[in-house]
């Protein structure tokens, strides 16, 4: 496989015409390779046959429903599986049971959605095996540039490290560039726990932070407060 | 249980009070009869004065006038026997009396009767003054007792009357009980009722007529809670298939109108109309799964996962949503909350809330084409915790502010989709409230309160 799109498809859904709709959405995407079930006896079958890289279940099918097929085929195989569920209730269930799905799209759904996500799942499970290793995470913020990998900050006067704590700050934040990240979810990065108490702890560390990738530390160009909120990674980094 | 047994203590103390009261009232009763009619007893002072009344003038006895009165007040006839037993003096005597008495006579009529008349007799200086009442006028009777049992009477008294009291008290102590083990059963089935499950009581003695009826009142109960849910789950469920079949038939038509949408050869015109099928096909979608959630919680089919989080991070997690979707230019949105709320302070179902907070978010934008500043803020009152999501913008329609209170949903429903009842439903199954009001300086604001 040298591209995600060469990945083979089972759709196993029991409305023929959402197979049909289906295939075109995958066909138009770029994938090559989709074939079709329409009950668990046919998706069992074709998924020791064909052996396909990704699987994209119904919940509700005539000889059974999808969350048992699904943990049916886990166990023979750890390929990128999503549901596609038309009702509400599944998601309660999906989320609580933690049966492995790698996904779930209630219908009715968003061709754009569906493609994106499926391209998601299935390029963080073969692009590492399919692409050279990626380019070292760096972040460039004008004349600074961090290496997460590192975790070093590069300035025109110098190096500077960074704290585990700030890095899980400034990484959460880039990965989230251009977004607001509430001051809770990046207490929970840093420190995997709530705020309540770790108010002040955290603006020392974004203070620290910003006397390490900011010019003017008192007049932040990059990392921004949002008040009331939390902080956000300004988007414009050019070089 | 308790309140039975007050109800049988208070018995029990009520018939023992009744008691003791009926023993006081008896013996005040017994006590003033015997000093009233005791009253007409003491004639002896009377009798002397009759007797000093009767003077012997030259061997002439004759009864001074006020002498003269008393006895003819109390008596009919009187006498005097002299010494030897001859009658020496009399007044009105009657003509079967004899005029002669012996010792023997004197010892017998002075205890009894003479001649069935009773008679009453008194030493005078010449012999004995003899007083008649009318026949059958006085009851007399002797009694005679030893020193000891008189001495005696005080203290038989006193333990009559603890007798008495303890007997009060042990019979009244017995029909409590008997009272309590009658309606306790009763008492159980009627605490019982409001679980709405079929009473089996037992239908025998006193209680038995009113626990047949309690029996029968529970399996009604019982009949119509199974009704209700049965009706409640198959509305639930029904709500739930149609959402499921709309939803295929709407795949298809979101799922084609998008294609249509970004066909690069269809003219502009036709892929606008795409757009525009594409968009009403998500708010279907978006109106589908709000009925849904609606249906579940009215019907308590919604399952609620309740934990301790901070609305504050709450009320963060949910403006920073609406903020990184891309809040369009007019509108703005703040948070404003004090660092006690960043604390574990409020018990709720964080997926539900954050749900009402989205569809109060919501309601503002929807409401104000022409963009307002939203505020989210955290309240602490007495009534409890709040969190408050107000606007700037024109305000809620004055009837659904004025029935706030009793609010009826068909109001809410109004032009507001089902945003707002979802709000609602969402803080009743919390056990809270939601209190809409409009600013005094324009723009609104909706409360959703937690009672403390």
Known sequence: MKTIFEAKLLVVDDEPEIIK?????????GFAQVISAENCRQARELFALEKPDGVIFDVTLPDGDGFSLMQELRQQSNVPMLFLSARDEDENRLLGLGLGADDYITKPFLPRELVL??????????????????AEECLVLGAVTVNFKSGIVQTSDGEKTLTAKEHALLKKLWQNQGHIVTADSLCRSA??????????????????????IEVDPSQPQYLLTVRGMGYKLAAETKP | MKSLRKIITRSILLTATIALLLVAINMAFATNWMFKYSGNQPLKYAIADISDGLTNTEGTYALNPSATAMMEEQYVWAMLIGRDGQVIWNKNLPGDIPRHYTLTDVASFSRWYLNDYPVSVWEHPDGLLVLGDPKSSIWKY?????????????????????????????????????????????????????????????????????????????????????????????????IAGVSH?????????????????????????????????????????????????????????QPMELARVSPA?????????????????????????????????????????RRALTNLIDNSIRHNPRGCAIKLSVIKSTVGLAIKVSDDGKGY????????????ESLLLGNHGLGLIIVRRIMKIHGG???FENLPDGGCAAALVFSS
């Open chain 2, 142 to 238: 002797n009694i005679t007792s030893t020193e000891d049992t008189i001495s005696h009477i005080p203290g038989f008294l006193a333990g009559f009357l603890i007798l008495n009291v303890v007997a009060a008290l042990v019979l009244a102590l017995f029909l409590g009980l008997w009272l309590y083990r009658k309606l306790k059963p009763l008492y159980n089935g009627i605490t019982a009722l409001p679980k709405k499950e079929p009473l089996a009581l037992p239908t025998g003695g006193v209680t038995g007529e009113v626990a047949r009826i309690l029996n029968e009142t529970s399996v009604i109960l019982s009949q119509q809670e199974k009704q209700l849910t049965h009706r409640d789950q198959a509305r639930t469920e029904w």
């Open chain 2, 313 to 353: 991070a709450l009320i963060r997690g949910a403006a920073v949503d609406f903020i990184n979707d891309g809040l369009p230019a007019p509108y703005s949105l703040v948070v404003d909350v004090t660092e006690e709320a960043n604390g574990p302070i409020l018990l709720c179902d964080q997926a539900l809330i």
């Open chain 1, 117 to 134: 996500r499926l391209s998601g799942i299935l390029r963080r499970v073969y692009q590492p095996l399919l692409t050279k290793p990626p």
């Open chain 2, 245 to 301: 079949d709309i939803r295929t038939p709407l795949s298809m038509v979101m799922g084609y109108a998008s294609e249509l949408e970004n066909n690069l050869i269809l003219p502009a015109a036709e892929q606008n109309q795409a757009r525009i099928i594409r968009q009403q096909s998500q708010r279907i979608k978006a109106l589908i799964s709000d009925l849904n959630l609606a249906s579940k919680l009215e019907y308590h089919a």
């Open chain 2, 397 to 408: 329609p004055p009837e659904l502010i004025k029935n706030s209170g009793g609010l009826d």
């Open chain 1, 191 to 212: 420190w995997d726990d709530d705020l309540y108490g770790y108010e002040n702890t955290l603006m020392v560390h974004i203070r620290r932070l910003r006397e390490k």
């Open chain 1, 21 to 29: 709709l289906l295939k075109t959405i995958l066909h138009q995407a």
């Open chain 2, 433 to 435: 409230s939601v209190v």
